[in-house]
């Protein structure tokens, strides 16, 4: 069974830094990709970034590039998302999700976490 527990949110000010772990377990990593969305306050979910497990492949949503780094540690196989220069958009609910390639995980077709709440205000 797919288990994806994320924490790390908290209430950060404008122009401040996150940092989001999620702790994996349940599937095979290394044909995995991992990644994280988002749901801001009455909108619906939206893409954030991704990385193919076994060779470390990136890719990141244009609202973020340059600003968000998704990272991962092998040995507590475990998925990182450094949010850097934070915004009041950047506000949300951050989900991670798994799937068994950065384009079936970027069309949601896999497993979602519960999420962490991620608020940026002054």
């Known amino acids: 069974e797919v288990q994806l527990v994320e924490s790390g949110g908290d209430l950060v000010q404008p122009g401040g830094s996150l940092r989001l772990s999620c702790a994996a377990s349940?599937?095979?990593?290394?044909?995995?990709?991992i990644g994280w969305f988002r749901q801001p306050p009455g909108k619906g979910r939206e893409y954030v970034a991704a990385m193919r497990w076994r060779d470390g492949g990136t890719d990141y949503a244009d609202s973020v590039k340059g600003r968000f780094t998704i990272s991962r540690d092998n040995a507590k196989r475990t998925a990182v998302l450094q949010m850097d220069s934070l915004k009041p958009e950047d506000t949300a609910i951050y989900y991670c999700?798994?799937?068994?390639?950065?384009?079936?995980?970027?069309?949601?077709?896999?497993?979602w976490g519960q999420g962490t709440q991620v608020t940026v205000s002054s």
């Open positions: 349940g599937f095979p990593f290394d044909d995995y990709a």
């Open positions: 999700a798994t799937g068994s390639s950065i384009p079936t995980l970027i069309a949601g077709r896999g497993s």
